[in-house]
């Protein structure tokens, strides 16, 4: 029952024949679907923290590709009658897509190795997503100093290499592998950069990746998880992140050198206002609430945009002169109202429970003081509150 792996041996071809040698029906994303093994297949499935490959077989979309002691089955949308000969195709600019970023990223990995010592103890390969998890801390610069010799790598074109050797040859080579391996072990080998255990596609020669850019950086259980693009996906992302700079060189009417400095004085002048709309908001509040009858129990004030710390100054200053529910919500009634009541005689925690039974509000806190939000009318909240 063990499933020949064409994609070890040709992952440059698209199309196969194979023989169906089982038909399940199953359950997938809750509709119905069925769970087929093939004699052979170039789909490679799920495996080595790497996606499986997308496309058809027999013209129906493979969903899914999983693979257990060397048996792949393939998820699919409709049922195939077992014993027949059928075709699959991937879809190829997936497959290359991984083959680009798993060749870089082992490249990556075997010149950190080399340069620091560190493992690649995690990797994972989405279609959203490259990262390498490393075992110990590396700077921006650090990072930046790999990434050019992984071009320069990629600039050789250096060809890759895929060996199965015995057991007897494996005790003698030095190699990177994150897990013990049961049977036969294969070797990827990019030459005078890298020798690891590895059971996916990758190119024929490092040229073919394109390039290797490192996104991100960040401290991660004591090493580092750094993500990173190849080839076609890095030539997206750089083609997004030019749009954008071009878009806010538009808003800023100034060159690319200058955004950076433009958007740090906005980003300062937003704030002092944001500061002289607060205090004048505050002032503004008081007044207001001076209106006020002293002798009024229950006070519910109603604002269109009120920072919190406002808020909460005002609900603080209302509940010492009056002893029922005070609160203030801030919003409008398509857009729904965030909220803070409190209390000095009456139990804020039961109003909460009340309040998320008949609004359905969101929030919580103390006996003392409740925050959240609602999306209800004005005229609702004001008919609960009345009719406590």
Known sequence: ??????????????????????????????????????????????????????GTIQGIEVLDVQIKKDVITHTITAPLEVGATVQGEICWKHRFSNMQQHSGEH????????????????????????????????????????????NEAIVKNIPVEV?????????????????????????VTIPGYDVCACCAPHVARTGEIGMLKVMTLQ????????????????LEAFR??????????GIFSTNQDAIVDNVQKLKGTVQSLKSELGTAGQKLLEYQLKEIPQDQQ?????EENMDANVMRNAV???????????????????DGYRFIVGSTTKDCRELAG???????????????????????????????????
């Not at 090493?223 to 080839?231: A, H, K, N, W």
């Open 163 to 187: 060996t199965y050797p015995s057991k007897e040859e494996l005790r003698e080579m030095d190699y990177r592998s994150k897990i013990e391996i049961e049977g036969q072990v294969r070797i």
């Open 298 to 302: 229950q006070v519910i004030v109603f």
């Open 107 to 150: 490249i990556f990995s075997g010149i950190t190795h080399s340069m620091y010592g560190y493992d690649n103890v995690g990797f994972h390969l989405s279609d959203q997503i490259v990262t390498m998890d490393f075992s110990g801390p590396l700077t921006w610069e650090q990072v930046m100093e790999i990434e050019s010799k992984v």
């Open 1 to 54: 029952m063990c499933t020949r792996k064409l994609y070890d041996e040709t992952p440059y071809e698209t199309t196969f024949n194979a023989t169906v040698l089982s038909c399940m029906k199953k359950e997938w994303d809750e509709k119905e679907a069925y769970e087929v093994i093939l004699d052979q297949t170039l789909f490679f499935p799920e495996e080595g923290g790497q996606s499986p490959d997308k």
């Open 219 to 234: 401290n991660y259980k004591g090493g580092v998880r750094i993500s990173m693009l190849c080839g076609f996906r890095a």
């Open 354 to 388: 009340i309040m998320k039974e008949k609004l359905g509000s969101r929030g919580g806190g103390g006996n003392r003081m409740i925050q959240g939000s609602v999306e209800r009318k004005r005229a609702c909240i004001l008919s609960f509150f009345e009719q406590l």
């Open 316 to 334: 603080n200053k209302l509940t010492e002169t009056h002893p029922g529910y005070c609160g203030i919500f801030a919003g409008n009634d398509n």
């Open 240 to 249: 997004e992140k030019a749009s954008i700079v071009s878009e806010l060189m």
